[in-house]
């Protein structure tokens, strides 16, 4: 039988740089995770990136820059991925479980919560990978509130959040500025009754009017932030900007994998409920900062690359 043949790393090179091909699939949550990633790998080393919309192209024509790396997230980008991987011999990673099998593909990043083990080929995280950053500075007295509403995962108490957001601004000092936003997701009584917050101490601000980096500048910025605990993303996004996470109790459905990994932040303390801090304690953020996309990007260049 014949032995695999050995693959070599990938050169890499200011005249030579990275070329990336990112499997899209229009859904935001999935290209943000990707966008995350491909921003770490440029921080480290020279790439040229390509995005291929597979709800308009179907997948990337013939010719062209031939990829060394390829980045998906989502089941719809798995199959086109994976015959980019066979046709031009390309190191592929899947930010996620993947449909077709792990073994198709080079690396899976898949966070903890979905159950899998760590072996070769899987790459564990704390949720999914985000393109924040923790900055060197924050604004002091600038925190953050950001609501959700009901999922697969959690019923919603509209009137339950409202009451929580309220004492939380009643506690805050006078010169702390707050700002509140919501999310596609919240029903408009809630958000109606939140807007009626806003004063010189709270800025009430809707997702609709808002350009897609706010929310990352904003949670670079804040001190600390208050999400709901339906919005399972905003909370890994608000502990990658070294906040101080509080979580705001919403009702649960289930006790699936999303609701796991929430559980085990608050176990280990990277995360405070709003009972916990009714009772006194403080939002503290964790120490370091989580940063996933750096640390699967340090992989990535230490196991595939050669820089020269």
Known sequence: MRRPRKRLPISVSQDKPLVIWRFCDGKRGHENQTQGLLEALQRRVPVIAYDFNLRITGGPAPGGATPGLLLGAGHRTHGALWRAQRRNHARSVILMKPSLGRKRFDLCVVPEHDGLEAQAGVLLTRGVLNRVRPPKTKTPGTSLIAVGGPSRHHDWLGAEIVAQV????????????????????????????????????????????????????????????????????????????????????????????????????????????????????????????????????????????KIA
């Open 166 to 305: 309220k004492a939380i601004i009643a506690a805050s000092e006078s010169g702390q500025k707050w700002n509140l936003t919501n999310s596609r997701r919240t029903p408009e009584p809630t958000w109606q009754a939140l807007k009626a917050l806003a004063s010189e101490q709270v800025t009430c601000l809707d997702w609709r009017q808002l350009d897609s980096g706010w929310l990352v500048s904003t949670l670079e910025q804040s001190e600390t932030a208050w999400v709901s605990e339906d919005s399972v993303s905003m909370i890994y996004e608000a502990l990658s900007a070294g906040a101080g996470v509080g979580l705001l109790s919403v009702p649960r459905r289930n006790a699936g994998r999303v609701v796991k990994g929430v559980t085990l932040l608050i176990s280990d303390r990277s995360i405070t409920t709003f009972g916990c801090w009714q009772s006194g304690a403080m939002l503290r953020p964790m120490t370091p900062a989580l940063d996933e996309s750096a640390r699967v990007a340090c992989w990535i260049e230490n196991q595939w690359l």
